[in-house]
């Protein structure tokens, strides 16, 4: 499987675009496309859907293009700000749309690695905010990875151009980076994923900072 690329699709920020929160996405989509992968990033103003409603059938553009990265993807991280102690209602939105993937061959996130990354201003959100997405993650039939990542942003952990000022933060940021690649090419090697799930080229959203 020395050929095989992985497509791992970041999603996460906030209404703001260059926030903490994709600013720690992105770095942790770095990571992932030196370990090998190739990446796809969903975040900040990409993210205003409609509230997610099963009795409406239509999507906007956006919903409609992260919904198929997903699809086609190998692995997935999402970061989330914390908003009042847990996730916040944008990314929330977003994840409920993985409910169109429900009749998926592989259902939701089955068979894929979910990377975890909470950011708050102080520590009491972080630990909650990141409890609550692995909780989501298992929900959708995804695996955490065992590395998740609570930033408090309180400090300046990064600068303007998205270099990591903490050191902790960066090694964590790239483990989490790394096992989700890592699971992607076991799953890989063992013939596991589903025919719907090819590396293919991350067209539409952008990919991440290639």
């Known amino acids: 499987m020395t050929d095989f690329v992985p497509l791992i699709v970041g999603i996460g920020?906030?209404?703001?675009?260059?926030?903490?929160?994709?600013?720690?996405?992105?770095?942790?989509?770095?990571?992932?496309?030196?370990?090998?992968?190739?990446?796809?990033?969903?975040?900040?103003?990409?993210?205003?859907?409609?509230?997610?409603?099963?009795?409406?059938?239509?999507?906007?553009?956006?919903?409609?293009?992260?919904?198929?990265?997903?699809r086609r993807c190998h692995g997935i991280v999402v970061a989330s700000p914390g908003y009042h102690g847990s996730v916040s209602g944008l990314i929330k939105n977003a994840l409920d749309y993985v409910e169109d993937m429900r009749d998926d061959d592989a259902a939701y996130f089955d068979g894929r690695a979910v990377g975890c990354i909470a950011c708050a201003f102080g520590w009491q959100a972080t630990g909650s905010t990141l409890a609550a997405m692995r909780s989501i993650a298992h929900a959708l039939r995804g695996w955490p990875t065992p590395m998740g990542v609570a930033i408090n942003s309180s400090t300046?952990?990064?600068?303007?151009?998205?270099?990591?000022?903490?050191?902790?933060?960066?090694?964590?940021?790239?483990?989490?980076?790394?096992?989700?690649?890592?699971?992607?090419?076991?799953?890989?090697?063992?013939?596991?994923?589903?025919?719907?799930?090819?590396?293919?080229k991350a067209s539409g959203m952008q990919q991440c900072l290639a």
């Open 156 to 200: 300046r952990v990064f600068d303007t151009e998205g270099k990591c000022l903490d050191g902790a933060v960066e090694r964590q940021l790239e483990l989490v980076a790394k096992q989700v690649v890592e699971f992607a090419r076991m799953r890989a090697a063992a013939g596991s994923y589903v025919d719907s799930m090819g590396a293919g």
């Open 13 to 70: 920020g906030t209404s703001r675009s260059g926030s903490s929160t994709e600013l720690a996405l992105r770095f942790t989509l770095k990571a992932a496309e030196r370990a090998g992968a190739q990446t796809a990033i969903v975040a900040g103003p990409d993210l205003e859907f409609p509230m997610y409603s099963q009795d409406r059938s239509e999507r906007c553009d956006n919903a409609s293009e992260m919904v198929g990265l997903l």
